[in-house]
């Protein structure tokens, strides 16, 4: 298989997520220049006030767990601003590569060069995990939240 080939085979998307606490603390920007080193394409972006459906749906995986209820705060932004910076990137190996930038969920065992490592921390009254940035952990799961997130001609192919 040509070079050409494997490359358009490897092409993803992941959703990426500015959450409350990165755009109060006006992260966006340093972010943005972080993502830039992945050399990977945004075709998708705006500001979306998180409904409590939305939240829920994004973080179904966690239905049963004891902090659902704060996540769902967290991301609705009770604890911060209620707007989140939504976000489509496209390309070769784009969700190791975003994922790798981001770093570790939680932000005290995050390397202190990623993403979360510099910029989260973990808030002690709610126990909530504030990592500033979602990223999508596999392509199944990018998919599903794009469409969350996005109609489909709200991104660029």
């Known amino acids: 298989m040509s070079e050409e080939k494997n490359k358009v085979k490897n092409e993803e998307r992941s959703l990426i997520l500015i959450k409350p606490d990165g755009l109060i603390k006006s992260l966006t920007g340093n972010i943005i220049s972080k993502l830039s080193e992945t050399e990977l394409k945004i075709v998708g972006a705006k500001i979306v006030n998180v409904s409590r459906e939305l939240a829920e749906s994004h973080y179904e995986e966690h239905k049963e767990k004891p902090f659902f209820e704060e996540l769902i705060k967290y991301i609705m932004g009770e604890y911060h601003t209620d707007r989140v910076f939504a976000m489509v990137y496209k390309g070769v190996d784009a969700i190791t590569k975003v994922r790798e930038l981001a770093g570790k969920t939680n932000p005290e065992e995050a390397n202190p060069i990623t993403i979360r490592g510099k910029y989260g921390r973990i808030n002690t009254k709610t126990g909530v995990f504030e990592n500033v940035i979602h990223a999508s952990d596999c392509k ?18």
Request: overall charge negative; glycine content about 0%.
């Open 140 to 157: 199944e799961n990018a998919e599903r939240e794009i469409r969350l997130w996005f109609e489909e001609h709200e991104i660029v192919s």
